[in-house]
């Protein structure tokens, strides 16, 4: 709770001394500012009740069952489908990635899940058939797709690396010794 009111400090000190110098934008900032939390104000008790609807409804088996490690490529096409299927702002799937990775989802999956619901929507699809055609859209749909999982799963090695790392320099590992 302190560190997020240091950041929260922090963030209001660069913003008044950024206002300061250049006085001429504080109308579109306040304005920006004052838009952006309405929506979030519309937003998130839908997220919320929504969340606590999830934490209900879907065991940690479940879970467990099809976005866990055991998952394989099935985790990664349930993963894009969940990404895809929401419209929305993407700080809305935060929480419901929180939850499910506390739930034991695979750490590519979550990472999947979040990029597909940042880069991948059906709407946003239609539009680009629309205004691009399909070969445009088909090209960077596969691409994302392609790209989004290779992060994933790319992100997970990095962070289990950093934790085994970790673990042998606290247990005096050959990492440790020389430290």
């Known amino acids: 709770m302190i560190r997020d009111y240091i950041l929260l400090g922090a963030t209001l000190i660069v913003v008044a001394t950024i206002l300061l110098i250049f006085p001429d934008r504080v ?16 937003i ?31 985790g990664i096409f349930l993963a894009i489908l969940f990404g895809t299927l929401p419209t929305g702002p993407l700080y809305a799937a935060f ?19 979040l990029s597909a619901w940042a880069c991948i929507k059906i709407p946003q699809e239609m539009m680009e058939l ?29 962070i289990r690396w950093s934790d085994k790392k970790k673990s042998s320099k606290s247990t005096g590992g050959e990492n440790g010794a020389s430290i």
């Open 95 to 113: 929480p419901m990635a929180s939850s499910l990775l506390k739930k034991g989802a695979r750490i590519s999956n979550i990472v999947i899940f």
């Open 27 to 42: 109308d579109i900032v306040t304005t920006t500012s004052w838009d952006y939390f309405l929506e979030m104000m519309m």
């Open 130 to 158: 629309q205004f691009l055609g399909p070969k445009f859209m088909v090209s960077r749909l596969v691409l994302t797709i392609i790209f989004v999982t290779l992060m994933g799963v790319f992100i997970e090695w990095m």
């Open 44 to 74: 998130l008790p839908v997220v919320i009740v929504v969340m606590g609807l999830f934490t209900v409804w879907v065991s940690k088996e479940t879970v467990a069952k099809y976005l866990s490690k055991t998952s394989g490529i099935n």
